[in-house]
Each structure stands twice: as structure tokens, then as C-alpha cells.
């Protein structure tokens, strides 16, 4: 189960209780005062696990705590600290006061330690309040008590590519080919209902992360579909690439200016992250009528078809896009998934853009 938002009340430990006690011995008249310290609670920590990728694993609980510390002994031996609470994580949660709003965490680097809450500080055991005006103190210090703090844990997944379309335009047929993700793939709208993370492999020592979200539809900025509640997913990725389906009954032209619109609502920040185009699924058409929805979407971003893309093998049927410059989109490119057609081109291109 992919859960991507909790909420969670994390308490550290109560101190634990001084002792007050006195020496007690054969041969020892008037033994003076021995309690102990008692024991500190336990901290909060959190820590960033690589090897979990979701927050189900807090599901169905709603208060952690550390443990408390150990009340002092007698014969000045000082009670056991507290078990600490350590709170794994995957890369890309952030910690947010529910009560203000305030982000207080943003746990991103796999591994990352920090401490959250401290534990309460043992209350000191009788024998530190003896004096020569009171040489019998009874009195110990009980334990200060921990600190607590209502959160919500929001899990914005960390990804070198986000694909972003329509549904049903081929994002999970993609990363299923890619990669070793494996997403349900079905010929039928919102079959992905979660994000999903695919390792894409450009050769024996490198690779880069893609991101599969739900399908946008018009209106997602405004809660409607899955789109909205998964777009922040994309948000730590370091480039889109936008999936405009050549065979969908929507214009290919509506299709790119429509999930323009919808990120630049969202994020005016995201809408100005450097993103590519993969014109989808031209299996379903000859070349030629391939490269028409080519020409038309070219003629809607203002640009004109180059051989720029020749470097990467792109299929010599078919035309290609890329900008030299560096500026978005950076490079437009027909792709089938299920054909296998300028797939190896499309990894390339991304790797290079990605500077891997």
C-alpha cells in the first residue's frame, strides 16, 4: 500500500524519579544519603532509510513514544536512560507542525540523522541536597517530563525524471519498458493510481530515477482527478517530460498547452523546471501521419523540426526536435513503448540533459 501523508503525535521520555535513601549498613552508624540520579528519556530521532519507499509502515498508529527513563537507586547508582525513538523514513519526507503549518524537517539525504525531540533530564537523587545545615535531606527531584509534538509526515518522492500526462497516454507502459518498475498497465483511464519510482539504466555504471504520477486531467489544479493530490511528487524532480499521446482524441497542441496550464496553477516554480516532449504511442499510425502530429506540435511550440536528435539513433523515419541552447522544451522526440521505437534515443537524450 503506497501511503504518502500521516499524522503522527511523537513524544520523548519522562525523566526518571531521584532516589532519596540512606546507607543502610552493618558497622555503619548514621549512614548518610545515597539515592541516586534517575535515568534521562529517551530521544526522538529521525532517520532516512533508502530501503522503504512509502509511510504505510505508520498506518493505524497515531501516538510514538520514547521510552521513560529509570527511576534512581540506592547506593548512588544512577537509573537506565531511556530507549530512544528512532523514526525511519524514506528520502524526501518533510516534517510539518500541524499546529502552525511550519516545515520543520525536510529529510532528503539517505542515511540523514537527526534528533527530533530530547528526552526529559533525570531528577537528582537525595545525596546532592546534603549539607552541613541539613544532613538528612529526604528530598529528590522528580524527572522533567519529555517533550511532545503533533506532526504530519508528507512523502514527495525524489526523482531525476517526472513523466506528466493525460491518462491512459502510455506513462506506466514507459517506465514498465525502461525499467524495472511494474506498474498495472491497461487499456483504460486511471490505471495508475499511485506514483510509482522505475531505476532506468543507461549503461553498466550509470542511471537516473523516473517517476510515474497519476494521469492529469483538466481541472487537477482544482482537485479534480487523481492528478492534484500527486503532483507533488514531481516537485523535487530535476526535469518533466511531458507525454502528449498522438493517437488520444484531443488535439496534441490541447493536450501540451492543457498540462502547461495545470502544472503553471499548481507551481509557477514547477512549470518553470526544464522539460522535454514524447510524442506517445505512433505504433497506432504510419511515419507519415507520425510526423504530421510531429509537424503540428512543433508549429504550436514555435519550432521547427531539426536532425538534432541524430546523435541518439532516433529512427531516421521519423522527425525529432532538440534545442542546443538549453532552453525548454529541450527536446521533442516520437516514441512507442509497446514497438520499442526511439526508446533507446529518448534514454540517451534524458541522460544527457541530466548531465549523466
Known amino acids: 500500500m503506497f501511503v ?12 526518571g524519579q531521584g532516589c532519596s535513601s540512606f546507607r543502610r ?41 520514547a521510552k521513560n527513563g529509570r527511576p534512581g537507586m540506592p547506593r548512588k547508582c544512577a537509573g537506565k536512560t531511556g530507549e530512544s525513538l528512532y523514526v525511519k523514513v524514506p528520502p524526501g519526507t518533510q516534517v510539518i507542525d500541524q499546529e502552525t503549518g511550519e516545515l520543520l524537517l525536510d529529510l532528503t539525504e539517505d542515511g540523514e540523522k537527526v534528533k527530533f525531540l530530547e528526552g526529559g533530564k533525570g531528577g537528582l537523587g537525595n545525596v546532592h541536597f546534603k549539607s552541613s545545615t541539613n544532613q538528612r535531606p529526604t528530598y529528590a527531584q522528580p524527572g522533567k517530563p519529555g517533550e511532545e509534538k503533533d ?20 506513462k ?44 492529469i486531467i483538466e481541472g487537477a489544479s482544482d482537485g479534480k482527478g487523481l492528478g492534484i493530490e500527486f503532483l507533488k511528487h ?27 496550464n495545470e502544472l503553471e496553477r499548481y507551481s509557477e516554480e514547477l512549470a518553470k523546471r526544464p522539460y522535454a516532449i514524447a510524442l506517445t504511442r505512433i505504433d ?15 508549429e504550436a511550440l514555435g ?7 541524430g546523435q541518439y539513433g532516433i529512427d531516421e523515419n521519423y522527425l525529432g526536435y532538440r534545442n542546443e ?15 520499442n521505437i526511439n526508446i533507446q534515443p529518448l534514454i540517451f537524450a534524458l541522460a544527457d540533459v541530466m548531465g549523466k
Do not use: C
Not at 28 to 35: L, R, S, T
Not at 152 to 167: H, T, Y
Not at 236 to 247: H, Q
Not at 326 to 339: D, E, K
Open 25 to 65: 549498613e552493618k558497622f555503619v552508624n548514621k549512614g548518610g544519603p545515597d539515592g541516586g540520579d534517575g535515568g534521562r528519556g529517551g530521544d526522538v530521532w529521525f532517520v532516512v532509510d533508502k530501503n522503504t519507499d512509502t509511510l504505510s509502515h505508520f498506518k493505524g498508529k497515531t501516538h510514538l513514544k
Open 234 to 260: 514531481i516537485e523535487r524532480t530535476k526535469t518533466l517530460l511531458y507525454m502528449i499521446d498522438a493517437a488520444n482524441y484531443r488535439d496534441v497542441a490541447q493536450q501540451y498547452e492543457a498540462l502547461k
Open 325 to 339: 541552447e538549453g532552453r525548454n522544451p529541450l527536446f521533442v522526440i516520437p516514441i512507442s513503448s509497446v514497438a
Open 284 to 298: 497506432a499510425m504510419t511515419p507519415e501521419e507520425a510526423n504530421e502530429k510531429m509537424g503540428e506540435l512543433l
Open 172 to 215: 506506466s507502459t514507459l517506465i514498465s519498458t525502461v525499467s524495472n518498475a511494474h506498474p498495472e498497465v491497461a487499456n483504460y483511464e486511471f490505471t495508475t493510481l499511485t506514483p510509482k519510482l522505475g531505476v532506468v539504466a543507461i549503461d553498466d555504471y550509470r542511471a537516473f530515477v523516473m517517476a510515474d504520477i497519476p494521469g
Open 303 to 309: 519550432l521547427k523540426a531539426n536532425d538534432g536528435l
Open 4 to 15: 504518502d501523508s500521516v499524522e503522527l503525535k511523537l513524544s520523548s521520555g519522562k525523566g
Open 151 to 170: 506532526v504530519r509526515l508528507e512523502l514527495k518522492l525524489i526523482a531525476d525524471v517526472g513523466l506528466v500526462g493525460f491518462p491512459n497516454v502510455g
